[in-house]
């Protein structure tokens, strides 16, 4: 029977093999002991993120992300409450990782239930930082990095490439929800409103607000790319593989940007097995 401790891990793996459709690719590349603590620090995202999304009155999930913040206060308290935070609770202190990630993470989490739109960039910027570049900064922590703030300044930039890319692939999932993520500023500059976004209007103005969106979005990776040479090599081609499934959706969404309201744009499982493997070659050899 294995022991509590390596029962919680495994947990936390079953989670991200389940949920995690695009990273579970990239973290299969890391060495056993980071690979298990990026699982747990992945799982704990995920809960805190299934809280905000379970569609529960406002008061009622409010509630619970206020006990999973105590629950992981408790965590650092030695006190763990369930098999995340077991998990959770040794890789913060395997790796020492500073707490305000993850009480970042939960803030991100917090804005979700009672903000529905961003008036500018700057403000969704700073949503990001919380719910994705703290994610980034958590991980560079378990992969170990050389470079100090430039690292994490890379990281953090990576991390709102990723939910920018998040943002356009689920236009229409968020509008069911009655959240816009696009600045209204720029809805506006378009020639768009809040309501063509909901409705599904796939119009030419439309079409140039996304691919303004997703110019951004690439000037985000090129800057997240510059962490890649300062990672150690598996750990490279894990955040390559990473980047490299989201720069791809981000393709997909540039060529037609209306199929944001058809479908979820998505890889198949042979597109990320091959990016896998290009980014292993690519850590050898970079």
């Known amino acids: ?98 707490h305000e990630y993850f009480t970042n993470l939960i803030d991100g989490c917090e804005i979700d239930l009672t903000r529905r739109r961003y008036e500018t960039f700057d403000v969704l910027k700073d949503y990001c930082h919380k719910v994705a570049s703290a994610v980034g900064l958590i991980s560079i922590e378990i992969f170990g990095y050389r470079g100090g703030d430039k690292a994490r300044k890379y990281a953090a930039e990576l991390g709102v490439a990723l939910q920018l890319t998040n943002i356009l692939r689920d236009i229409q999932e968020d509008g069911e929800r009655g959240r816009i993520y696009l600045p209204l500023d720029e809805i506006e500059w378009f020639g768009c409103t809040p309501e063509d976004l909901l409705a599904g209007r796939a ?31 598996r750990a490279r081609a894990c955040v390559g593989v990473m980047a490299g499934i989201y720069a791809s959706i981000l393709d997909d969404i540039e060529l037609d940007p209306g199929v944001v309201f058809r479908r979820r744009v998505s890889l198949g499982t042979g597109q990320k097995l091959a990016l896998a493997g290009r980014e292993i070659v690519r850590s050898v050899v970079g």
Not at 64 to 84: I, K, M, N, S, Y
Not at 203 to 210: D, G, S
Not at 217 to 226: D, I, L, P, T, V
């Open 1 to 98: 029977m294995r022991n509590g401790l390596e029962a919680a891990y495994d947990h936390c793996q079953e989670l991200t093999r389940r949920e995690a459709k695009n990273f579970y690719y990239g973290f299969m590349l890391l060495p056993t002991t980071p690979r298990r603590a990026i699982y747990s620090a992945y799982a704990f995202a995920r809960e805190c993120d299934d809280i905000v999304d379970a569609g529960l009155p406002v008061e009622d999930a409010a509630a619970q992300l206020g006990e999973f913040r105590r629950r992981f206060e408790r965590t650092l308290a030695g006190e763990p409450d369930g098999q995340v935070f077991h998990a959770l609770g040794h890789t913060v202190r395997q790796y020492s990782i500073p």
């Open 203 to 233: 119009t030419r103005e439309f079409r140039r607000l996304v691919l303004f969106q997703a110019d951004r979005a690439r000037e985000h990776f090129r800057q997240g790319r510059k962490l890649l040479p300062l990672l150690p090599p």
